[in-house]
């Protein structure tokens, strides 16, 4: 071993394996609220409240995730809360058929959803933001129009429902399970698969890895195919378990996938970025939601409403700032 | 089969509004508060921000907490059935607010106790029949509606349309979303008085969306009252003021103190009474003849 | 087709191709032409390579070289001409296509992914596989077989961008060569390896010969031609002026070629004027004491006098490079030692401090510390100067203007416009403005780290010429090269590093590349006097 | 070469005055990612293509292009902000606080010389956050913004427990609805600082760093950008120009809402900023890519 080598090696030292640091961050942030949250309300831990709080965030923890890869290759989805609603009136309409049917059909229209965006990002050399954008305002026409700008009654007489409220073995919500699914298949595509790999390049290097022979458009199909899918699933969840396809539902989501994903430190500038830490982001951002509900119980004061978004705001500065405090540390070497 | 109301001194009561970015929503949440003082409950007070899911998610973190009773405005007629039904097999009454959901799957007696609330209908047909009156059944007329899905805009444009379906000299020129909102009812007005300047007739879904309109008018030039005459609905303060400045001609009241009836209501059912389906709230028409007595009042 | 060299009546000897026979050819690109918005970068370009063949391509500073590469690799498309692989015609759509039809590519810039470890670098695209999914342990094993051809061991699972340049060229060509690829195309592979990398290199490039892969040679280091090549095209102005063995040629024949001169003529130009004149003061400006700590630094020390040359040599990794970081205050993990500027000591937090006190430092890494891409190259060179030619915060533009003609005459920059984006630029040429950017401002101390990296023979001289001039009245330089020769003719001193530690100083007649190599390659350390 | 002579060449690329122009769309993705708003808002928008009067167009798109003024420098030093809307909110919250106070009220010149001195300063403060938050703390943009988007609106309903404040002030309201020369004073005021900014940015120091520091900020700072000041400079201009927007938006309704006032106006302000900012700087924004 030569002398470049030896020193190479120790300098490298500095860094080992970022992204597990990354999730250790944001699983303590998330342990001490949880804690504290448990001691301050007698029933925040009750099996009620987790069932229906983990049923409720599976939606976001789907985007969230779909989100974790569009943003690991630099670029971004703002159409996910549309598409959301527009698979929810989709399904509904398909309910009738049942869960066998609405399942895939609400899934492909994800799937279409994000093969647009992603001809138009990659063909038509248009930017992610723009691109997202105007499936934004075209998936939410697109629900509006299907669903002559109202909710959709879905069929409660087919297994539809069952979906959305009911659970698997009596215990577990069908929307946790699905979730947890996903949020398994993405870990394993992330760190086990080339295409994981492939993503991860892209957003550290757009033009290294074209020069380097990576079929990059190929890639980012894949990617926003990926992400229109999930927000498909969440949107058959949401018809499901709210009983109706809703054309208006999901404005903003896109919005807390991209904070979920921050929050778990992936980096927006593509290359870096943690599924595990995405998948705990959100809890973590769901959480405050449900903490201050139940702060409201308590009795002692009642927040308005704008104190709620005041003192939301202020938790995602502190854990921001937390996390930026964490990371740049870490990269300080690299800065220059 | 409605889970029962057990007599107590002080109850633990959710009030899960929906959102709280128009003044009406905003007394509506003042009466809740308010009546939780006099009527002695631990009030747990949640805000959807305007998100039918979060609604729900609210109305489950509310069962979480043991509440004895749920008040709840659903945001919509569909999405909010779950909350209803979870509610009930968890074993907490629940009592609908100022709009109701589908009462194909979910019905007062059987799902939820009631409901509270105005006859939307009857809110757009009053105020058609006091324009027909008052125009001898001739206008022109751009209708601003509320927030596009929502239950009061469906209502109120149903109420107000059928009137006016009858008088062959009426015309509906034009119909919007204003979305409730003052600003966007100025910005949708200046658009639609464009293609229709020979409107007469501003019908809007509630006094934000019509004080927009007035202001759009007097930026283009004509006299709010007098070239264009202007309806709506709601009965706020800013409203009744622009009856008596002459620049508005009526609004129907859509009243958002439910607290008291909501308290009154809830004590009945406590006391084993049978609830009628739908206590109505009464709404009052203010013109130009009652605008001043009741200015104080309102909100 | 006339593909001649302009001097061929004077040699009596025809220039055009040596082939017998264009069937042992394994590619042949004809009447290539190329323009980007109407300015052609190729028109009517050349090149035909065998099997087993090293071949050189040589030419200016923004002959089209790089060009020429990536029509061939696909990242670029041609107007216009045929490119015919292993026989057939081909035209590839992407680097991607290339690469899986054998056509593996080291790039002028470095271009890998610095998040990322370096088994994935070299492993990207072509993933070992079990069961669909990545291999692991077989793609680690993968990556430290192909460095160790190299002479590498590194902890390959550590993100890329911890390795400083040099270690992430070398990961480049070793992932390139690693392709199993019929040519392998290398555009100036050299510019940041040093003596000793180069020699693992050029042994790379010999197996690969054996083995029958043709390489494809892009360099202006032309004495290393002489050690590697086998054949020579040179392209001037987009075309191709002519191929012939390396036997047949004299560097000077070959500077000749590239600038369409005579020969003689140029011989008689003499060597540049970078020697130095001796006429650097006694006054130190600049000490150095003890700097430890910012990664590679061990102890360092060594004193700059007003107005000289100081080259600071090393081999790579020595921290040559962080030395003159951690003066410009670009390190803020330094542990000990102190730098003083007149004797008074400085502790600079950012650069516009050290800015300020009247130092430059033109960085080694072009394209992540040096160019703002999207910018002209009038916006890039007047970046640092800004400030004085400004008033009340307003720009005096006919005077940036008339500074930024004068600038791109006198180094020669080959652009279209000096409103042409940087970024268009040819390496070379791109480095001529980073260069400029300096010395548009004037210094009291320019610290140049690799400075003439990527820079035509031709223009070399005129930036070496203009940096003795400058410090002839009173600029003083400390300058980092990684080629000897260029510090012993243009440097008054050289301070040589190993290690991180400052172990010799070499001046007048101590100063020649045998006792650089020698003190590099001592055990012993003792610091200088 | 004549390719002709070649039976089975490709066909020759010379550039013709098509393909160049094809490649100028192609290059110029903000321009074309406009033309797809604009066809998606025709499509989905009934009554988009009904405006005929520039009149009204004035008075709506004043706001919009003021905001999207301070959101073309914040994207073209490759950022984004996020809280545009939500600063309207509070400007346009605070400055009737001020003049209906006790105290405006006693000195109505004063008073309204205050009011949109505080509301707009308040604006550029939360603006200077931002920056702050981006340039010191290096949070990512989009996520540093999205903390007053979420909560700048809250604060602004806090201050009035969400309660619409309406006045009759004809002097604040002339800055809505008022006229010079027959044209709305907002497009006067939309028209100078659109001049002045765009005279900024292309004579003086500050674009120029500015337009360093968004293509790469690290050999930026090396060639003594003092990029953080740049950033913070940045987001300071662009939320003193939403607090302008928030303000004239208060006066055309007579009634400051925060509730409603600037909803939505990032994404509106940043659709128009890619075109504006394409006309600023003649297409040298740093691409949205990193968003
Ligand atoms: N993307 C581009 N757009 C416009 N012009 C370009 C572009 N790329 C290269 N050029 C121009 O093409 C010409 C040839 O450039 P090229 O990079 O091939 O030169 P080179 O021979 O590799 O030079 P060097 O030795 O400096 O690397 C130059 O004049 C350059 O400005
Ligand atoms: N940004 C960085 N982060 C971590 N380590 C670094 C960084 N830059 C350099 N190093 C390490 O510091 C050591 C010294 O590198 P340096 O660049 O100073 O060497 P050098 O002598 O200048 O060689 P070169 O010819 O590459 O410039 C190297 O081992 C390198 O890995
Ligand atoms: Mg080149
Ligand atoms: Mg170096």
């Known amino acids: 071993m030569n002398i470049l080598s030896m020193m190479s090696n120790l300098s490298g030292m500095k860094r080992k394996r970022n992204t597990s640091k990354q999730a250790e961050g944001v699983l303590v942030a998330l342990m001490l609220i949880t804690l504290f949250a448990s001691l301050r309300y007698d029933a925040f831990l009750s099996e009620y409240n987790i069932m229906t709080f983990l049923s409720y965030n599976s939606m976001f923890i789907l985007i969230g995730l779909g989100m974790c890869f569009v943003i690991m290759t630099g670029g971004i989805d703002l159409s996910v809360g549309s598409v959301v609603a527009l698979s929810s009136v989709v399904v509904a309409h398909a309910s009738p058929y049942g869960i066998e049917v609405a399942l895939p059909v609400g899934i492909l229209v994800g799937v279409l959803a994000g093969a647009i965006n992603a001809f138009v990002i990659t063909k038509l050399k248009i930017v992610p933001f723009i691109a997202t954008l105007a499936m934004m305002l075209g998936a939410r026409g697109m629900a509006l129009v299907l669903s002559d700008n109202q909710s959709v009654q879905v069929s409660w007489d087919s297994n539809f429902t069952q979906f959305g409220l009911g659970k698997m073995f009596d215990f577990i919500p069908w929307p946790i399970v699905a979730m947890l699914v996903a949020f398994v298949f993405c870990w394993i595509l992330l760190e086990k698969f080339a295409f994981g790999r492939h993503v991860l390049s892209i957003g550290g290097n757009e033009e290294a890895s074209k020069l380097m022979g990576l079929e990059v458009n190929k890639t980012l199909f894949g990617v926003y195919i990926l992400s229109g899918a999930l927000a498909g699933l969440s949107g058959v969840m949401l018809a499901s378990g709210f009983g109706a396809g809703q054309p208006l539902e999901g404005l903003g989501w896109e919005l807390s996938a991209i904070a979920a994903v921050v929050v778990g430190g992936t980096l927006l500038t593509g290359g870096l970025g943690s599924i595990t830490s995405t998948l705990l982001g959100a809890i973590l951002l769901g959480l405050i939601f449900n903490i201050l509900n139940f702060e409201n119980g308590l009795g002692t004061i009642s927040f308005s409403a704008y104190w709620q978004s005041v003192i939301r705001g202020g938790f995602l500065l502190v854990v921001v700032v937390i996390q930026a405090k964490v990371i740049n540390s870490k990269m300080r070497r690299t800065e220059f | ?299 | ?529 | ?291």
């Open chain 3, 1 to 529: 087709m006339n593909h001649s060299y302009p001097t061929e009546a004077q040699q009596g000897a025809s220039l055009s191709s040596t082939l017998s026979n264009d069937g042992d050819l394994v590619l042949h690109m004809k009447g290539i032409h190329k323009h980007f918005a109407g300015v052609p970068a190729l028109s009517d370009a050349e090149l035909k390579i065998k099997a087993g063949e090293v071949h050189a391509i040589i030419g200016q500073n923004g002959a089209g070289k790089s060009t020429l590469i990536k029509v061939l690799n696909g990242a670029h498309k041609h107007d216009e001409g045929d490119i015919y692989f292993m026989g057939e015609e081909v035209s590839y759509a992407s680097p991607h296509k290339a690469q899986m039809a054998g056509i593996s590519t080291i790039f002028q810039e470095v271009n890998l992914i610095g998040y990322r470890s370096i088994t994935e670098n070299i492993c990207l695209g072509h993933e070992p596989k079990r069961f669909g999914m990545v291999d692991w342990r077989k793609a680690h094993a993968h990556a430290r077989e192909t460095l160790a051809r190299f002479g590498l061991e590194l902890d390959v699972e550590q993100p890329l961008s911890t390795f400083n340049i040099a270690i992430q060229q070398l990961v480049a060509i070793a992932r390139a060569v690693a392709l199993d690829a019929r040519i392998v195309i290398m555009d100036e592979p050299t510019s940041s390896l040093d003596e000793r990398e180069k020699e693992v290199l050029f042994r790379v490039i010999k197996e690969l010969k054996a083995s029958g892969v043709a390489i494809l040679y892009v360099s202006h280091h032309l004495d290393e031609l002489f050690q590697i090549c086998d054949e020579i095209t040179v392209m001037r102005d987009g075309k191709t002026v002519g191929q012939r063995a390396i036997g047949d040629m004299t560097k000077l024949d070959m500077v000749a070629a590239m600038l369409g001169k005579d020969p003689e003529e140029i011989a008689r130009g003499g060597a540049t004027n970078f020697a130095s004149t001796g006429r650097a003061s006694d006054q130190v400006l600049l000490s150095v004491e003890n700097l430890e700590g910012a990664g590679a630094l061990k102890n360092v020390s060594f004193d700059l006098y007003k107005s000289e040359i100081l080259g600071l040599a090393g081999l790579l990794g020595s921290g040559r490079s962080e030395v003159a970081r951690a003066i410009f205050g670009l390190d803020s993990d330094l542990k000990k030692g102190e730098v003083f500027l007149e004797g008074e000591k400085m502790d600079f937090t950012d650069p516009m401090a050290a800015i300020e006190k009247g130092f430059g430092f033109c960085s080694e890494d072009r394209k992540e510390d040096g160019i703002i891409p999207q910018l002209s190259v009038r916006e890039n060179l007047t970046l640092v100067l800004l400030p004085k030619i400004s008033k009340y915060g307003l720009i005096d533009e006919s005077k940036e203007r008339q500074l930024v003609t004068d600038f791109i005459q006198r180094l020669g920059i080959k652009t279209a416009s000096m409103e042409q984006p940087i970024s268009q630029l040819s390496g070379g040429n791109q480095q001529k403005v980073l260069l400029a950017r300096w010395l548009v401002t004037n210094p009291n101390i320019l610290i140049l780290d690799e400075p003439t990296r990527g820079i035509d023979v031709g223009a070399k001289g005129e930036i070496q010429s203009l940096i003795r001039r400058l410090a002839d009245d009173g600029l003083t330089v400390l300058m980092i090269s990684s080629e000897f020769e260029e510090l012993v003719e243009g440097a008054d001193r050289v301070i040589v590093l190993q290690d991180g530690h400052s172990i010799q100083a070499l001046a007048n007649d101590q100063l020649t590349e045998n006792a650089i190599m020698k003190a590099i390659a001592q055990e012993t350390r003792h610091p200088v006097a």
């Open chain 4, 1 to 291: 070469m004549n390719s002709s002579t070649l039976a089975e060449s490709p066909k020759p690329k010379v550039p013709t005055v098509g393909t160049k122009i094809a490649s100028q769309i192609k290059n110029n993705g903000a321009l074309w990612a406009f033309f797809l708003l604009l066809v998606i808002n025709i499509l989905i928008t009934p009554n988009f293509l009904q405006i005929q009067t520039l009149y009204v167009n004035l008075t709506q798109v004043a706001t919009v292009a003021i905001v999207a003024i301070g959101m073309t420098l914040v994207i073209a030093s490759g950022g984004i902000d996020l809280s545009v809307g939500a600063l309207m909110a509070l400007a346009g919250t605070v400055a009737p606080m001020i003049f209906l106070s006790d105290f405006g009220v006693a000195n109505p010149e004063l008073g309204l010389f205050v009011a949109i001195v505080v509301a707009i300063s308040a604006a550029g403060i939360a603006g200077l956050f931002n920056g702050f938050l981006i340039s010191k703390y290096k949070i990512q943009p989009i996520i540093a913004t999205l903390i007053l988007f979420i909560s700048g609106r809250g604060i602004a309903q806090v201050l009035t427990n969400g309660e619409l404040q309406t006045f009759d002030n004809p002097s604040f309201e002339f800055i809505g609805t008022g006229r010079v020369f027959g044209v709305p004073v907002q497009a006067w005021i939309t028209l100078v600082l659109a001049l002045s900014i765009a005279w900024v940015l292309k004579r003086s120091i500050y674009g120029r760093f500015l337009l360093a520091v968004g293509g790469n900020e690290k050999a930026a700072e090396l060639a003594g950008v003092p990029a953080t000041k740049v950033k913070l400079m940045t987001y300071m201009v662009c939320g003193l120009l939403a607090g302008i927007a928030g303000i004239i938006t208060t006066a055309i309704n007579s009634a400051s809402d925060a509730n409603q006032t600037g909803q939505l106006m990032e994404l509106d302000a940043i659709s128009a900023a890619i075109v504006g900012g394409v006309l600023l700087t003649g297409g040298r924004l740093p691409s949205l890519v990193r968003f």
């Open chain 2, 1 to 299: 089969d409605l889970p029962a109301l057990e007599k107590k001194d002080r109850y633990k009561v959710g009030f899960a509004q929906t959102e709280s970015n128009n003044p009406w929503r905003i007394a509506e949440t003042k009466s809740f508060k308010d009546t939780a003082a006099s009527c002695n409950w631990d009030l747990v007070y949640t805000d959807a921000a305007g998100s039918a899911a979060k609604q729900v998610s609210d109305v489950d973190s509310m069962i979480a907490q043991g509440v004895d009773v749920i008040f709840l405005p659903p945001r919509e007629e569909r999405p909010l059935l779950p909350a209803v039904l979870r509610a009930k097999a968890q074993g907490v009454p629940v009592f609908l607010v100022d709009r109701s959901v589908d009462e194909k799957v979910a019905k007062a007696g059987r799902d939820y106790v009631t409901f509270l609330g105005s006859n939307f209908i009857e809110q757009g047909a009053i105020a058609a029949n006091w324009l027909i009156e008052k125009t001898g059944g001739k206008g022109l007329i751009l209708e601003l509606e509320g927030t596009t899905g929502s239950s009061p805009a469906n209502d109120r444009r149903k109420g107000f349309d059928d009137e006016i379906a009858k008088h062959p000299d009426m015309k509906i020129l034009a119909s919007q979303s204003g979305d409730f909102a003052r600003d966007k009812g100025r910005k949708v007005t200046e658009t639609l008085l464009q293609t229709y300047p020979n409107a007469d007739v501003i019908y809007a879904h509630n006094d934000e969306m019509a004080i927009g309109a007035i202001q759009a008018l007097e930026a283009a030039g004509r006299v709010p009252g007098k070239d264009v005459l202007i309806v709506s609905v709601d009965g706020t303060r800013d409203a009744l003021q622009a009856i008596l400045d002459g620049k508005m001609g009526v609004t129907v009241e859509s009243s958002p103190f439910f607290g008291p009836l909501a308290c009154e209501t809830m004590k009945r059912y406590a006391n084993g009474e049978t609830i009628e389906p739908w206590v109505r709230v009464t709404d009052r028409v203010f013109t130009i003849e009652n605008a001043a007595k009741h200015i104080d009042e309102a909100y």
